[in-house]
């Protein structure tokens, strides 16, 4: 226990830091109310004046600072009703433009409709038009604003807390075209500019790697390569962090370094060392300007000032300490960020390689420095990715079984070839050499295309891509604690000791994390998707997801919101995915399901032409086994329960996808019935009325149109409760009152998800 009483001696800021970042996180969490928060402040205020306590008053100083600052983040994002759920006409600065294959992402400043001002940004996309937009234009346009709201599921990401702290008032989207009324283009903008296009003329994969080291834009990575980078938990290398701003400052310095003493008069009148750490520190500050300055780099430009100043008071001073001090000053420049991942993903990381790197030996002879830097590259990717896990764990919920493989090999591939080579054509492109770097870009491409092969590979190795559950959150404080209590043993000389729990704690929370929970009571969740149908039929022997939307090349969609929402539930596979026809807020998400779940049996398919030939059916084939249902089909599940395929009938064609829905009719052990029938429409309803019987719960067809639930059809299913999958306020006016009507007039109970997750529980 030495340690532990000498920590607070030998590093003072530990007690009054965690004191304050204790208290800023009380006032972010949104657990407390606000007069609770004021008799806390109060106690603690109290308190210091009778003890005199430091940390105490750290302690009051984070809650009021949290308190305060998170009021002024409110009121900047506060918008009157005049703003929303109306088109309106606005005149606005593009702040970012983000660009995918679908949409355009405008991030706008300046917001102004007639003699209103908006205080926050607004986050405005533009599907399926193409607009030559570029940031620092003032635009005119239509948009319908929005408040930003969560989907509201056991799991979800808590969108509207990401917006408080982006300081994003509202949501919209374009109506009509986009005039351009001004061009004010900045010299950083300008840039940044040249940049891209000298990035313009490579493959989309290393253009988009590229962009991302270079200008903070992601938005370019094919999806395939961005799922191998999480997978092997190498994503921190296409974010501008510590990592890239450090590796920037190396190289500044040691080019400085060289440069000056290749002089003797030099070496004798001018501080070298000196001089060499600065220029460091400024390349990776003109690195992250011109990368826009996104807040992680702003947080990595703090933590490296913050090593550079651990490094000239090396003697006088603990770096930990000055770690600490960093991260006080980065939470009182921006209090929202102390519920940052990064932040803690950087932190955390740094703070044990500043431990470790204390110890570390030296040498003058040339083969071992270089042993000992390879051997330390593999110490610094596996004391990283253990101090990581806990956090990767909670918030990503997945393993990355490969990290330490694919960091110990893209590290070294990142520092020493891909990261020179783009600054060295960053430089170029600035320089107005294009045709040059072009060429150097293109070098670097070379590594970033050897890089992704390797990442791939490592994809095909046994749990290459490995999900867990996230219904355990103590699981993770558990895994922290004991690989924290490891650190310690190690730190006094106990290393058999250290190692026997690590690896002991590595293999329990494996297997813990990797054993699905047995589900011993039937149940339907279906979910809040937006205007898109999904759910999850969970039976004590198998589990039948029901539909995926998404759009074409998104990352977070329906896929990713059902696969997150099976891991909140305890599942970590499908045994069937029915999709019931062949449109994309039925079966968009399905690329993303495939790619957020650890095992797929099969699919469950109508058997017609149009699922044959749908290219999102098509591409997963190849990977999953498709069951395809027809008309007449009768079958048992595992458990006993019976499956009855209502329609469509082989090869069936019609004019409208609608017309080709799987509908399913599902009796439990339990004798209760449950019909799900995709956007079947009217005439179907009249097709399959004399297999009808009435049912205990099903999906309201085609989302609640008037197109279907005809009066004759909801009479024959009389079901006791219907749920309608709409999105919140949707366009449509999805269910129509008279459909819900129908259904009330039976006596029917009427849920909609656009008020949330449905969770029926069958007994």
């Not at 750490?277 to 702003?298: D, E, F, R």
């Not at 008071?313 to 519920?339: C, E, G, H, K």
């Not at 390879?374 to 990581?388: D, H, P």
Request: glycine share 6%.
């Amino acid at each position: 226990m030495g340690i532990l009483f000498t920590l607070p001696k030998h590093i003072p800021l530990l007690l009054p830091c965690l004191a304050w970042v204790f208290g800023l996180v009380l006032t972010r969490l949104d657990v407390f109310s606000f007069y609770q928060l004021a008799g806390f402040c109060v106690l603690l205020f109290v308190l210091w004046f009778k003890w005199r306590k430091s940390f105490v008053l750290l302690l009051f100083c984070g809650l009021f600072y949290g308190g305060f600052s998170l009021v002024l983040d409110q009121q900047r994002v506060a918008v009157d009703t005049s703003w929303l759920d109306k088109k309106i006409n606005i005149t606005a600065k593009i702040e970012q433009l983000t660009q995918t294959q679908t949409y355009y992402r405008l991030r706008l400043s300046h917001v102004q409709s007639e003699d209103k001002i908006l205080s926050g940004f607004a986050d405005v996309y533009l599907y399926g038009k193409q607009q030559h937009l570029k940031p620092d234009m003032w635009i005119q346009t239509h948009v319908k604003f929005h408040l930003p709201r969560n989907l509201l599921n056991p799991a979800y990401f808590d969108y509207q807390h990401y917006t408080l702290t982006q300081h994003i008032a509202v949501i919209g989207s374009v109506s009509g075209d986009i005039q351009v009324l001004a061009n004010d283009m900045s010299w950083l903008e300008s840039g940044r500019e040249k940049i891209r296009m000298a990035l313009a003329h490579l493959e989309r994969q290393q253009q988009g790697v590229l962009s991302a080291l270079l200008l903070a834009d992601r938005s370019h990575i094919p999806l395939h390569i961005d799922d191998a980078f999480a997978a092997s938990g190498a994503t921190h290398l296409l974010a501008i962090s510590g990592l890239h701003m450090g590796m920037v400052a190396a190289w500044g310095f040691l080019f400085t370094w060289w440069l000056m003493t290749r002089r003797e008069n030099w070496i004798v009148r001018f501080p070298v060392r000196a001089v060499a750490l600065s220029m460091g520190v400024l390349l990776a500050m003109a690195y992250a300007t011109l990368a826009g300055w996104p807040i992680p780099a702003q947080r990595a430009s703090l933590m490296l000032l913050a090593g550079v100043v651990a490094w000239w008071l090396r003697a006088q001073q603990v770096p930990l300490n000055t770690m600490l001090a960093a991260l006080f000053l980065i939470t009182l420049i921006d209090p929202a960020s102390i519920l940052s991942v990064s932040l803690w993903l950087s932190f955390s990381a740094t703070v044990v390689l500043l431990l470790w790197m204390k110890t570390q030996p030296q040498a003058d002879h040339w083969g071992r420095r270089i042993w000992l830097w390879f051997k330390a590259m593999f110490v610094v990717s596996l004391l990283a990715s253990l101090a990581t896990l806990p956090l990767i764990g909670f918030v990503f919920e997945r393993i990355p079984t490969w990290g330490l493989l694919a960091n110990a090999v893209l590290v070294p591939l990142y520092a020493f070839w891909i990261l020179p080579l783009a600054l060295l054509g960053e430089a170029l492109a600035l320089l107005h050499l294009e045709p040059w770097a072009v060429d150097v870009f293109n070098l670097a491409g070379l590594g970033i295309h050897w890089g992704s092969v390797f990442l791939l590979w490592l994809q095909t190795l046994p749990a290459g891509n490995l999900w867990v559950r996230s219904d355990m959150p103590w699981l993770f404080v558990l895994l922290a604690i004991l690989l924290l209590s490891a650190g310690i043993l190690w730190a006094k000389d106990n290393k058999k000791s250290a190692i026997v729990i690590v690896l002991s704690s590595l293999g329990l929370y494996a297997a813990v994390a990797l054993h699905e929970k047995q589900t011993r009571q039937p149940a339907l969740f279906v979910w809040d998707v937006g205007q898109g149908a999904s759910g999850l039929l969970s039976l004590p022997n198998f589990h039948i997801l029901l539909d995926v939307p998404g759009k074409h090349g998104s990352k977070f969609n329906g896929g990713t919101i059902a696969s997150a929402n099976a891991r909140k539930l305890g599942l970590l596979h499908l045994d069937a995915v029915v999709l019931s026809h062949a449109q994309s807020d039925h079966a968009g998400g399905l690329s993303r399901l495939l790619a957020t779940t650890n095992h797929i049996n099969e699919l469950w398919l109508a058997d017609v032409p149009k699922n044959h030939n749908y290219p999102a059916f098509k591409q997963v084939m190849q990977k999953v086994h498709v069951l395809w249902l027809k008309r007449g089909d009768v079958f048992q599940l595992k458990g006993g329960e019976n499956v009855q395929v209502l329609w469509p009938p082989k090869d069936y064609q019609a004019n409208n996808n609608n017309q080709t829905s799987l509908v399913l009719l599902i009796t439990l052990t339990t004798g209760q019935k449950l019909l799900f029938a995709g956007d079947m429409e009217a005439a179907v309803e009249q097709q399959i009325l004399a297999d009808l019987p009435a049912v205990d719960v099903m999906l309201m067809p085609h989302h609640g149109s008037k197109t279907s639930s005809t009066d004759t059809f909801v009479a024959k299913v009389r079901p006791k409760l219907v749920i309608a999958q709409t999105g919140y306020q949707n366009f449509y006016g999805f269910p129509k009152a008279e459909v819900v009507q129908r259904y009330a007039d039976v006596g029917s109970q009427i849920l909609n998800t656009a008020n949330g997750a449905v969770m029926i529980y069958f007994n």
